[in-house]
């Protein structure tokens, strides 16, 4: 199984350099029994399919974090919320309940816009990430988001970080949503830009993740590897 629209070809994960080297102290976030590996990235890096099958290999539930700020937003947008509105969006929260979210709607373009827009206010990703890191905490999970590395588990024991070429991510995020082809690629773009340049928890590379590249990687080289990976961090513990 490959990426949609995978080519060859390489790209630097934000903030470019070389890391250290991965060097990981085990499968444990510091001061908790449970197992979490976090995975961080922008769209169309295949995050969300890498996360259920690492999760599957190693026997660990999946959080998806990403889901949980598109039920907030669509949420929103059903009570007719102006999501620039700070007052307005924070209102909402309370009594806020996740709903199910096998929802189909979940997955619509609209309800991944209303979670860009509602995730840039502080006290929304205040409330996600505790209700995240209760759940993660509690039964142990891979997940993965544009802050899991860096603000829901900055402990955990394994971190990624999952980037590609640009042209492949709109090319993937296309064959996963069909329609007009320019505007994907500026809904890619410009979703880019608010999730590196917003001032709660922004897209960043954490100095302690791992980069992996996933241009010209098919679904399992990079499950492999990073599998690969937390086991070596397993046995050197």
Request: glycine share 10%; proline share 6%; with cysteine.
């Amino acid at each position: 199984m490959r990426f949609k629209g995978a080519t060859s070809g390489g790209s630097e994960p934000p903030g470019g350099g070389r890391l250290p080297a991965f060097s990981p102290p085990g499968l444990h976030a510091a001061g908790s029994p449970a197992r979490v590996i976090a995975i961080d990235g922008p769209s169309g890096v295949g995050k969300s399919t890498v996360a259920r099958m690492l999760g599957e290999r190693l026997g660990l539930p999946y959080l998806d974090t990403g889901k949980m700020y598109r039920a907030f937003g669509l949420h929103c947008r059903r009570k007719g919320a102006d999501l620039k509105s700070r007052t307005a969006v924070r209102s909402l929260l309370k009594g806020f309940k996740l709903p199910d979210l096998a929802d189909p709607a979940l997955l619509a373009e609209s309800a991944g816009e209303a979670a860009s827009m509602v995730s840039q206010i502080l006290e929304v990703r205040k409330c996600m990430v505790a209700l995240q890191r209760a759940e993660g905490l509690r039964t142990g999970c891979v997940v993965e988001g544009r802050d899991a590395t860096t603000q829901i588990f900055p402990d955990a024991a394994h971190k990624f970080f999952l980037f590609a070429d640009e042209r492949v991510r709109i090319r993937r995020r296309w064959h996963q949503v069909g329609g007009d082809w320019a505007a994907v690629a500026r809904q890619v773009m410009e979703r880019d830009i608010r999730d590196r340049t917003r001032k709660a928890s922004p897209l960043v590379l954490a100095p302690d993740a791992v980069p992996v590249d996933t241009t010209a990687l098919g679904v399992g080289d990079v499950v492999d590897l990073m599998a690969r990976l937390c086991e070596q961090g397993e046995q050197d513990e």
